[in-house]
């Protein structure tokens, strides 16, 4: 996954406009287990607009997707 | 979608067609009531043509420029960026001694931001994603130890 260049504080300026749950989205794209899982599920076939991943996966990572494929 | 002027309003229903004329909305009193009560509100305004009003749960400037700073220390070490390099970036304003760091105080600060992070990575994020009510609740450990 691409990352801000930390030395870099023009590329975290737009985040000055977030609010705490899209906090919570750029820590939870941090979370190596988590990036993993979506690449698997990105990998598999579905829908568009369908909800991406299991309940389970909803309940473990208190997110849940649609595809936008 | 209800699309007002200056916001978008997402709404789910039971069925298709009764989006259009919604006369009430039943909330449950759970623990996400208040965030319930005040999508509710923002939405009853706009209904009404009435500006939104400030948004329940709006981070304070302080706290957004923490969490920025938690997002590129994390990015910082992931790019193996040395701690000492992490401190002169984000947290001096002149460059750190080699021979100075070892006791310098900073180094503590650094240590103590990614742990932040790193907790925030881990689980903690849960709690922001309920933010504010998420301010009540009494911090635990569930987020760790977990395999």
Not at chain 1, 8 to 28: I, K, Q, S, V
Not at chain 2, 77 to 96: C, F, G, V
Request: some cysteine; glycine content about 6%; charged content about 30%.
């Amino acid at each position: 996954m691409s990352r801000s260049d930390w030395t870099d504080p023009a590329e975290y300026e737009h985040m000055r406009g977030y609010e705490a749950d899209e906090f919570a989205a750029e820590y939870l794209i941090r979370n190596d287990d988590f990036v993993a899982e979506c690449d698997q599920l990105a990998s598999s076939a579905m829908t568009s607009g369908s909800l991406a991943g299991s309940p389970d996966f909803a309940a473990r990572w208190g997110a849940r997707f649609h595809n936008l494929c | 979608m209800w699309p007002s002027a200056s916001e978008k309003h997402p709404i789910l229903v039971d069925t298709p067609d009764s989006a259009h004329g919604i006369d009430a909305i039943v909330l449950p009193l759970d623990e996400n009531f208040e965030t319930r009560l005040d999508a509710a509100r923002r939405f009853w305004r706009a209904l009404n043509g009435r500006p939104p009003g400030v948004l329940y749960g709006a981070l304070p400037q302080q706290t957004k420029l923490r969490h920025i700073l938690n997002l590129r220390a994390h990015d910082a070490r992931r790019a193996k960026a040395a701690y000492r390099r992490i401190a002169e970036e984000l947290l001096s304003r002149d460059p750190i001694a080699a021979r100075d760091w070892r006791d310098h105080h900073l180094r503590h600060k650094v240590r103590a931001i990614l742990r932040r992070a790193d907790r925030l990575v881990a689980g903690g994020y849960r709690d922001l994603l309920l933010y504010p009510q998420s301010r009540n609740r009494k911090p635990d450990c569930r987020y760790f130890g977990k395999g």
